[in-house]
């Protein structure tokens, strides 16, 4: 009984710790992205990332913190998984930008994470918040396996599709060259039975 409560209390200091958003961007050809974030200093955010669908399946990066200086800043990125910790309160910003394609526009699906530092508890004692730091962590590593499952699903996707399009372009080659081969054979045919053909003179 006591190990039910304790789950359930568990469950609910989780929730209480750790939000988790998931989302799907369109990111037009020649154009950025960008979300946002208002957080107090010591939270730990996470940005976690996969490109989906489009061109080479790659997309630049960036987070911003409220300073307007980059925390992080990659090029052509397929995938990427980010986490850093808060240094001051304010707006923090992620960007997606499909810049660097003049035509084909691009599909992300990410993820933004983000844990409350834990707060201390004026009347608990040391084996509480311990409690609630490992149940913070034990969320932490349930989220990142949910999004490992998520990007394995995207990136079985991603193959099946990639498998699929060789697949159509291997059978319609082999029918072409099936037809190229049927057409030389009869050519030939016709060419050698019109060689060997003998002409009677009226």
């Known amino acids: ?23 799907f961007v369109e990111v037009a050809a020649n154009d950025e992205e960008c979300f946002f974030d208002k957080v107090k200093a010591g939270t730990k955010l996470g940005l976690t990332f ?5 061109g080479f399946l790659d997309i630049d990066v960036r987070i911003v913190g409220p300073d307007s200086k980059p925390i992080h ?10 986490t850093f910790s808060a240094e001051n309160d304010g707006i923090y910003r992620y960007c997606f930008s499909n810049k660097m394609s003049a035509m084909t526009p691009k599909i992300v699906m990410f993820n933004m994470d983000i844990t409350e ?3 201390e508890h004026e009347d608990g004692g040391v084996d509480q918040n311990k409690l609630e730091e490992m149940i913070q962590e034990l969320g932490t590593t349930l989220t990142g396996v949910k999004h490992e499952q998520e990007y394995m699903a995207v990136r079985d996707r ?3 599709s990639i498998n699929d399009s060789s697949n159509s372009r ?3 080659w082999s029918v ?17 039975k019109r060689f060997f053909e003998v002409r009677r003179v009226v």
Do not use: P, W
Request: charged share 15%.
């Open 170 to 172: 291997v059978v319609l």
């Open 73 to 82: 800043q990659g090029e052509r990125e397929s995938n990427g998984k980010y």
């Open 1 to 23: 009984m006591d190990y039910v409560k304790l789950s359930f209390c568990g469950l609910v200091i989780l929730s209480l710790f750790s939000n988790t958003q998931s989302y």
């Open 117 to 119: 530092a834990t707060k």
């Open 50 to 54: 996969e490109v989906a669908e489009g």
């Open 158 to 160: 991603i193959h099946s």
């Open 176 to 192: 072409f060259e099936a037809v190229v081969l049927l057409s030389m054979s009869i050519g030939q045919i016709y060419y050698l």
